[in-house]
């Protein structure tokens, strides 16, 4: 298949391309530089709100990943409008190019997150779920509401709800290794806030199985099976590194130093589970948290 793919300089997005070329299909690259001759690449400018349609022509797939990384400075007003445009303002530019060609994909995963859901205690959360209250519960439903054009279009539209990904090359885990290794790690708060996670390979192949099953489409939940509270977390982690885990980061500390980032992404409860992967007989290579951990961390 002839797929492309944007936010290919990220973490995700540039594991994604390794897969897909390993298993021989031609991966374009959706990029904001100017082209190189022969390098599968194609210009997009969201900010400008441009990009080479014609160039889109006679894709079988489309994956859209780009976005601001929400982890990297305080939630100031300005940073927050930045996460909030840079994904719906990129991705209603994919679904107005998408729904203008005369050789539309087949197929486009959207990348949404289970802050979709907004912070719902121990409440078990499906696809079929409503979405929650906060900003990023609003984000991400304007995020995913920018992809109607293409499904005017009568292209497949699948909405990627990701939870915490797992990787020691970035993101959450390769933060907090550093400090469980010095045996200062532990739960953050109460502890008792759900996480939901998969794996950077599991993620991976979620996306090849949603590109694949024709039966998908709407929300699809990439998580792994089995969503543990912060505690159990901290403790596995703890166990997996050798190390304790008995040092809590109290959450008026947290809400102190990050704001509003620690309410709405560190304490925050989102127990997702993945019921239209289960339902479309999908094979985590990593469901179990201690498994993953040690597949990642000890190998």
């Known amino acids: 298949m002839r797929i492309l793919v944007s936010g290919t300089s990220g973490l995700v997005g540039s594991a994604l391309v390794r897969r897909l070329e390993g298993e021989g299909h031609e991966a374009v690259r959706l990029v904001r530089h100017e082209p190189q001759p022969g390098a599968g690449e194609i210009f997009w400018n969201p900010k400008g709100e441009s990009i080479d349609r014609a160039e889109l022509e006679g894709l079988d797939a489309v994956v859209h990943l780009a976005g601001e990384n929400i982890a990297t400075g305080k939630w100031t007003q300005a940073k927050k409008d930045l996460i909030r445009d ?10 107005r190019a998408l729904g203008r060609l005369n050789r539309p994909p087949s197929v486009w995963v959207s990348a949404s997150a289970i802050g979709f859901y907004g912070n719902r205690g121990a409440d078990i959360l499906t696809e079929r779920s409503a979405v929650g209250r906060g900003y990023l519960a609003e984000t991400c439903q304007e995020w995913e509401a920018a992809t109607e054009q293409a499904r005017h279009k009568g292209i497949r539209v699948v909405l990627l709800r990701i939870g915490l990904v797992l990787t020691p090359q970035g993101g959450a885990l390769a933060k907090l290794v550093p400090p469980f290794r010095l045996g200062l790690g532990g739960p953050l708060g109460s502890g008792r806030q759900y996480m939901s996670w998969i ?37 596995v982690l703890g166990r997996v590194l050798f190390r304790p885990a008995l040092l809590p980061a109290p959450a008026f500390m947290l809400r102190l130093l990050l ?39 000890t190998k």
């Open 86 to 95: 840079s994904r719906v303002r990129g991705t209603r530019l994919i679904a």
């Open 199 to 235: 794996t950077l390979e599991d993620l991976v192949g979620v996306m090849l199985h949603a590109i694949k099953t024709g039966s998908i489409q709407g929300p699809l939940n990439a998580v792994s099976p089995q969503p543990v509270m912060n505690k159990e977390f901290s403790r």
């Open 259 to 297: 704001g509003e980032f620690a309410d709405e992404i560190l304490l925050a409860s989102t127990r997702v589970k993945p019921a239209r992967l289960e339902e479309t007989a999908y094979r985590f290579q990593h469901p179990d948290l201690e498994e993953a951990l040690r597949h990642l961390l």
